[in-house]
């Protein structure tokens, strides 16, 4: 006989994964959309639209996003050393599955998305901007937050269903930027969402910041360099 605890639980999990369903389904729908008109928009007009379902998914289920670790931190220069941790292990997991994926499959770069960042200051602006909404806080807090989250609770809460929730989000992390890096680089972005989703299970659902910083570090780094040239 179904207690009803039990009921709860089945309840809580199949919530969990409609709402993971509703947000994977505007990613990808609303990416594959406005790829049609635009490779540079594509991915943070997606991202947008699944922030304001996560969003509101989130608050009808009575949380917030500061329930899965997006908290004004007790101590920044704590935060910043998290950072600095954080940032190390980004290079580290970047550095070392570029070279394991070069010797299977060639690096294409970004394909040219960005070319327009060079040595324009309108572009280097403007990428920016998405650097620090879509491409830190927005992918963070649902690449990491709510899919790891959402994830955990849909396979029954345990510590191996978060790992499991990790993976799973890693390869759809890698999924999302193959369109424009190929298999080289949704490899290598694949294993980045692996260790970055590890570290939120180890401390991120206290604080996310680190993760948020650290990766818009590296995007702004990186976007720096295609500026200059």
């Given at each position: 006989m179904i207690t009803p605890n039990q009921n709860e639980v089945d309840t809580g999990r199949f919530a969990a994964f409609?709402?993971?369903?509703?947000?994977?389904?505007?990613?990808?729908?609303?990416?594959?959309?406005?790829?049609?008109?635009?490779?540079?928009?594509?991915?943070?007009?997606?991202?947008?639209?699944?922030?304001?379902?996560?969003?509101?998914?989130?608050?009808?289920?009575?949380?917030?996003?500061?329930?899965?670790?997006?908290?004004?931190?007790?101590?920044?220069?704590?935060?910043?050393?998290?950072?600095?941790?954080?940032?190390?292990?980004?290079?580290?997991?970047?550095g070392t599955s570029s070279a394991v994926a070069d010797q299977f499959v060639?690096?294409?770069?970004a394909s040219g998305r960005f070319d327009f960042v060079k040595g324009s200051w309108a572009g280097y602006l403007t990428i920016m901007a998405l650097v620090w909404t879509h491409g830190s806080f927005f992918e963070e807090l649902l690449f990491r937050a709510f899919v790891i989250t959402k994830g955990q609770t849909a396979l029954g809460g345990t510590r191996m269903a978060g790992?499991?929730?990790?993976?799973?989000?890693?390869?759809?992390?890698?999924?999302?930027?193959?369109?424009?890096?190929?298999?080289?680089?949704?490899?290598?972005?694949?294993?980045?969402?692996?260790?970055?989703?590890?570290?939120?299970?180890?401390?991120g659902r206290r604080n996310v910041w680190p993760l948020i910083l650290a990766h818009g570090l590296a995007n702004s780094i990186a976007q720096t360099s295609r500026f200059l040239g």
């Open positions: 409609i709402d993971l369903a509703i947000v994977a389904g505007v990613l990808v729908t609303v990416k594959q959309t406005v790829l049609q008109f635009s490779v540079v928009y594509g991915g943070p007009a997606s991202t947008f639209a699944a922030m304001a379902a996560a969003t509101w998914l989130l608050y009808r289920r009575g949380f917030r996003w500061a329930d899965l670790g997006f908290v004004w931190p007790e101590s920044w220069l704590k935060t910043l050393g998290w950072t600095a941790l954080v940032f190390a292990a980004f290079l580290v997991t970047a060639p690096d294409v770069g790992i499991v929730a990790v993976v799973l989000s890693a390869v759809f992390f890698g999924y999302r930027h193959y369109y424009y890096q190929g298999l080289h680089g949704a490899f290598v972005t694949g294993m980045i969402g692996l260790v970055f989703g590890l570290i939120y299970l180890w401390f």
